[in-house]
DNA sequence: CGGGGGCCTTGATCCAGGTCAACCGGACGT
DNA sequence: ACGTCCGGTTGACCTGGATCAAGGCCCCCG
């Protein structure tokens, strides 16, 4: 039901040419924190991986040989129960770091949503690095915390919200997690199905249709293209978000 | 609706006692990075706080002025919605640190649900420490990756489980969650309402009630005292927490 | 240019869990 | 001893969102 697809073997390979110093994503990511003087480090250690959209990453339950960091694209993590109940922990986009909470193995799956590269390093190597870089370290605990506070509003949203709040949570929360498409304000690009969106909201697809529909024709929002839309009344939007009576 | 308690100025004190040495909870906290010879370091900066059941720490939008580690007892952390809506963030017990996600403003309320010592840092001393106290940064480190981890598996639950699954997933993880109280195997204490189960599972307390009948009268569970259980069929209750058929 | 397969939308119906309400029992204060 | 309060349990009913089903649109491919 849902594709394995392998990572071709050929499509990862060791850079050393000073590619960190290029990188869009770097202002973005955790390696912000590593000076300019010793990017050769990070170099010597990073692969550059492409992917097409549907390719894995890796899936839950694998050895936890890497971490990466997302420099294009976007990126879905997600779990299954036996049954095929899916959820989708996050969506993640240039700038974010993947492996803060994998030890033995990966707690959960990973896969492209579009066409997407992603840095790649050997976990070990990557230690070892925070071992001599501790900036690098302390910017791997600050992002942590913040990902640790995103996921308690999560919980929020999940445990607390109805429907229409949380796709108004999302709607809202969604363009700023991608630093490379900043685009105008209130512009939202939805590289994800309405699917996705569902097993990351805790709804089905259908609900998050009708919801959108809602929204739509409440005039808080606007169809721009299919998986773009503007949102029209920011504050009325959050303040439904929020719960706001 | 929920009472806001102030912390008595009295009832908390610098110490330099050297009480570090003898805290039990010290091996379950972060506090196990730092050496024994170094104790007296944190000693210095720590404060011993003593909680009535129901008093607060701090609230949602305080400046973050402290960080803490739980001692002994529980703590609940949670959060609002504008209509009363209440959602349980977490249930922490000695060894858990208080203060990961934590920036200008806490993002959540907590308080003591029973009789609680808390052990508290302030938090530009705390950071100094861990700036000159690297094992201690690494242990943050890797307790933020646990949380984060937990709070995955949190999400899936709220997101995808049935009321009959979260509520075996809450009694065979709690438990754990307590290492101060681990007594015999399978003995579950809920020091607890059935509301804050409620608000911590995305259910009403009345679910979390019937539920709770459900599972004595199938047999997985018995009921020793009032919020006190023993889990008589782990495995089956291990199955129905993770969706297995 | 025609056919097929995703993805999306919309409608009709169903049901797990929410809501409202009654009652029970232990802990407490007087 | 008694009343009150708070937490828990149980029952009856309701509803938001799930499920089941039918098309529609668009894109790609032959």
Redesign the interface.
């Known amino acids: 039901m849902f594709e394995l697809n392998k990572l071709p073997a050929d499509c990862a390979q060791r850079r050393g040419g000073g590619g960190c110093a290029y990188c869009r994503a770097r202002p973005f990511s955790v390696c912000a924190s590593v000076p300019d003087a010793d990017l050769h480090r990070l170099d010597a250690l990073a692969e550059t991986v492409v992917l097409a959209a549907g390719q894995a990453l890796f899936h839950e339950g694998d050895p936890a040989g890497h971490v990466f960091n997302v420099t294009s694209g976007s990126v879905r993590t997600y ?1 299954l ?3 095929g ?3 989708i ?1 996050g969506f993640l986009f240039a700038g974010d770091f993947i492996g ?4 033995e193995t990966y ?2 799956s990973a896969e492209a949503i579009e066409a997407t590269t992603v840095c790649r390093f050997r976990a070990s190597e990557y230690r070892a690095l925070m071992a001599e870089r ?1 900036e690098l ?2 910017a ?2 600050a992002r ?6 995103a ?6 949203l ?4 109805t429907a229409l709040e949380r796709v108004a949570s999302f709607l809202l929360d969604l363009p700023a997690a991608d630093p490379l498409r900043p685009g105008p304000a209130g512009i939202v690009r939805l590289p994800m199905t309405r699917s996705e969106m569902a ?4 709804l089905t697809l259908e609900t998050v249709s009708r919801t959108l529909t809602r929204l739509k024709r409440s005039g808080l929002v606007r169809q721009l293209a299919l998986n773009e839309l503007r949102v029209e009344k920011p504050d009325a939007l959050r303040a439904l978000a ?4």
Chains 1, 2 share one sequence.
Do not use: S
């Open positions: 779990r129960l036996a049954d109940r899916r959820h922990a803060l909470g994998v030890g707690g959960l501790r370290e302390a791997l605990l942590a915390g913040d990902e640790l506070a996921a308690q509003r999560q919980m929020l999940l445990a607390r919200k097993d990351y909201l805790g929020d719960g706001g009576a």
